[in-house]
């Protein structure tokens, strides 16, 4: 399975065809996206109107090509899209609610995914009525549901192609800091500029920021040169995985407004708890403990595991 996944990767970074539209040869989408909606906070509303919704995001997310890459259906990215609604008008088909939305990666020569993106949005408002068809046209960004949805496609095909190539998903999150860009103007909460840490704005422009580059190489060394070679040598993958988290520190350090090295040591925690468990040299486990105890001290019950 995971060869096949390098095999497209590398295969279309080399013809450079990385860039957004559809393709002109058929080829199989991107993402393998599971929607789930939780509407228990909403009565009195007929039931049809939240399977259309499902449905029609399930589609969306699924059957439209993000980029040029060709993938097999079994190299799909698997993700999850957790909606739980708030409130919903009928006078205007209106939504209010809040999004999860989470990635995850095979491990090489394991039966073993690993997160790579998991964020909370707590700014998923937009509106839809039970027949409309989704349309997405990145120069033309002029509905809040799919810019979202889109925003979040780029954001998970562009951070797993980080863990396969240095740097590897440039073009495409790029893509996400255009809808990101181009959404300023929709008038609703979570686009805009600079507003605040962990918006949907402030998350791309931070990991595309070159004081982060650091962070982006982790993601490859965590997971190519780390997680991908524990069965082949254990010591020398979690020694890899050492450097990684050397190198978080060192976004961390360059950016340390920024909430991104604090995501990933959320979205990590246990399974770096679990590399370094009863594991590793006194000085590896002294070295990574103080790095992620600085960047995410709330995490220290976790973290205190790391030195056992």
């Not at 393998?32 to 997310?61: G, H, M, P």
């Not at 500029?193 to 918006?199: G, H, K, M, P, V």
């Amino acid at each position: 399975m995971f060869k096949g996944i390098r095999r497209s990767f590398y295969t279309l970074t080399l013809v450079g065809a990385m860039l957004t539209g559809y393709g002109q040869h058929a080829s199989a989408q991107e993402l393998n996206a599971k929607v789930v909606i939780n509407r228990s906070q909403i009565s009195n509303t007929t039931e049809a109107v939240f399977e259309a919704l499902q449905n029609s995001l399930t589609a969306f997310l699924n059957e439209r090509q993000w980029t040029k890459m060709t993938y097999e259906d079994y190299e799909r990215i698997n993700c999850t899209f957790s909606i739980t609604l708030k409130t919903y008008s009928e006078t205007d088909n209106s939504f209010t609610g809040s999004i999860q939305v989470q990635s995850v990666r095979p491990v090489y020569n394991s039966n073993y995914s690993t997160t790579v993106f998991n964020i909370q949005d707590e700014n998923f408002n937009f509106n839809f009525q039970q027949f409309d068809q989704l349309d997405f046209r990145p120069e033309q960004v002029d509905n809040n549901l799919t810019a979202m949805l889109a925003y979040y496609a780029y954001l998970i095909i562009g951070m797993d192609m980080d863990t396969m190539a240095p740097l590897g998903g440039t073009d495409i999150l790029q893509m996400a800091m255009d809808v990101a860009n181009n959404a300023q103007n929709l008038g609703y909460a979570g686009w805009k500029a600079f507003e605040d840490s962990r918006n949907r704005f402030a998350i791309i422009n931070d990991y595309l920021d070159g004081g982060l580059e650091p962070l982006r190489q982790m993601e490859y060394e965590y997971h190519r040169l780390g997680l991908d070679r524990m069965t082949e040598n254990t010591d020398s993958a979690r020694s890899a995985v050492t450097s990684a988290i050397v190198l978080l520190k060192q976004a961390h350090e360059n950016k340390s407004q920024s909430l991104l090295p604090q995501i990933i040591t959320d979205i990590k925690r246990d399974e770096i708890v679990s590399i370094y468990s009863s594991k590793g040299t006194r000085e590896e486990k002294e070295q990574v403990y103080d790095i992620v105890f600085a960047i995410n001290a709330s995490q220290n019950p976790y973290w205190e595991k790391i030195k056992k």
